[in-house]
């Protein structure tokens, strides 16, 4: 089964280049790097890797920051145009373990159509995250579960593992939100669709290398985005369909 990793980048090489290494070592996985403009270099990096890891590992270069969800999106759609079957979404910076990209394809392949590295699914696993943010984390979490009744403890998790008849199905023009916002927008149309979505249990660990990207507007799109997924008609094609 075609695998492949989709890291979307914007001012990481301070890690790229190791992750790239870390994930090219587990064999039977791809890499993406969607790269918005980066100044500090890190296409430059990547574009360096790609004699090395011919055939393996690609480049999308973008003009300026054009978010998190739009890099995914472009991602999705360039995977769709080849023959991958398990497309991830996977963050830069190692708060994500390459290591557990294996488990997560296990997971997929085992029957699962969403799969979902979970901070929350046993307990909290959450390292380095100060106490307010955490808390911020697990809340939202429990609110959009409370919110649109999906059965997904960590909602807002990025590291996400796709079958390609998933994102056959849905309709990418109209996923609407960017930051934590997408994250729950993907894995609710998803369900929504009547897809299975999984959770395997996954330690998070903050990043020790550049700079967070998170901002308090990526909290209130995810906020305020919620409460209207409920009311949304969702388009798309269920499995049955399929």
Do not use: K, N
């Given at each position: 089964m075609n695998r492949l990793v989709i890291v979307p980048t914007y001012n990481e090489c301070e890690n790229i280049e190791l992750l790239v290494r870390r994930v090219m070592s587990l064999g039977g996985f791809d890499v993406l790097v969607v790269d918005d403009g980066s100044p500090d270099g890190t296409g430059s990096i990547v574009r360096g890797l790609m004699n090395e890891f011919f055939g393996r590992l690609y480049l999308i270069e973008r003009e300026g920051k054009c978010g998190l969800g739009s890099a995914y999106?472009?991602?999705f759609r360039w995977a769709?145009?080849?023959d991958y079957e398990l497309i991830f979404e996977m963050d830069?910076?190692?708060s994500h373990n390459p290591d557990d990209l294996v488990r997560l394809a296990l997971r997929a392949e085992s029957g699962a159509d969403v799969v979902v590295?979970?901070?929350y699914a046993v307990g909290v696993n959450v390292v380095n995250w100060p106490m307010s943010r955490l808390l911020m984390s697990w809340f939202a979490s429990k609110y959009v579960r409370f919110v649109t009744r999906m059965p997904v403890r960590?909602?807002?998790?990025?590291?996400?593992?796709y079958s390609r008849r998933v994102l056959q199905a849905i309709d990418l023009e109209r996923?609407?939100?960017?930051?934590?916002?997408f994250q729950i927008e993907m894995k609710y149309t998803a369900w929504?669709?009547?897809f299975t979505v999984g959770e395997v249990s996954i330690v998070f660990v903050d990043r020790t290398r550049g700079t967070s990207k998170m901002s308090s507007g990526i909290f209130s799109e995810?906020?305020?985005g919620v409460l209207g997924l409920r009311f949304r008609h969702i388009k798309g094609t269920s499995p049955s369909k399929g």
């Open positions: 999106i472009a991602g769709l145009e080849r830069a910076d190692f590295g979970s901070r960590d909602a807002t998790a990025g590291f996400v593992g996923v609407r939100m960017h930051g934590y916002g929504r669709l009547g995810a906020f305020w």
